[in-house]
């Protein structure tokens, strides 16, 4: 059972334009959203996070937008770089009685292009 | 700050040995995770461990354990291992463990079970 699910497993995009990373959960019991990078022979690193009272969280280039309503979350890359091209997983958590647990996506893995 | 590191990086066993994987987080860290990473299945919560407590589960047969001694450091330890074994695992630490508290992951051991 695949609570997150990141149905789009690469994505291709030239340097400069928008890439959008999408994820969909099935767990009404999360609360807290993050989206992970990781290259390839490192362990994920930390990208950027969204509460669950909000919408909408923005860290410079990066974008993530959350509808709760069609438990869905977006990774919004604006402009994208070659630098960007890694495998984003997406993960949920849900409230604190469950400690650090994170529940991942697939992942996707992203190509920017020159 | 020293990031989380891993030993070994690289480990190679055939089926029905054990194996013990270790895990220094970084320094202050309380928390404890340990991930599976297999292609196609993203990241599959294992445990976690935090101030020597095991408090979370996944849902992973019993040949797989771990512990958490009392400067932090983690070991997890697979049992009769088999062909399906064979993943990168994952370790990451957080400060308290609390679902909005951000996990930093070390770079993983890749095991091959032959």
């Known amino acids: 059972d695949q609570q997150v699910k990141q149905n789009s497993p690469s994505l291709s995009v030239q340097e400069g334009r928008i890439s959008i990373l999408n994820c969909d959960y099935t767990n009404s019991m999360f609360d807290y959203f993050l989206w992970y990078k990781k290259y390839p022979a490192e362990g994920p690193t930390f990208l950027i996070s969204?509460?669950?009272?909000?919408d909408k969280n923005e860290d410079g280039r990066f974008t993530v937008f959350l509808n709760k309503s069609a438990k869905h979350l977006s990774l919004h890359i604006v402009p994208s770089q070659p630098g960007d091209s890694a495998v984003y997983f997406c993960?949920?958590?849900?409230?604190?009685?469950?400690?650090?647990?994170?529940?991942f996506g697939e992942g996707t893995q992203l190509t920017v292009n020159p | 700050k020293a990031g989380v590191t891993q030993t070994p990086r690289y480990l190679i066993k055939t089926r029905g040995q054990q194996v013990t994987l270790s895990c220094s987080p970084i320094s202050g860290h309380r928390s404890v995770s340990w991930y599976q990473q297999t292609p196609g299945q993203g990241l599959q919560f294992l445990f976690e461990y935090f101030s020597e407590t095991q408090r979370n589960k996944g849902n992973f047969p019993g040949r797989f354990s771990g512990r958490q001694f009392s400067n932090s450091r983690s070991e997890m330890n697979v049992s009769t291992l088999e062909l399906g074994d064979s993943a990168l695992y994952l370790c990451?630490?957080?400060?308290?463990?609390?679902?909005?508290?951000?996990?930093?992951f070390g770079p993983g051991t890749r095991l091959t079970v032959l």
């Open positions: 969204i509460s669950s009272i909000k």
């Open positions: 990451a630490s957080s400060l308290e463990g609390r679902s909005f508290n951000e996990q930093f």
């Open positions: 993960a949920a958590s849900a409230k604190e009685t469950s400690g650090s647990r994170l529940t």
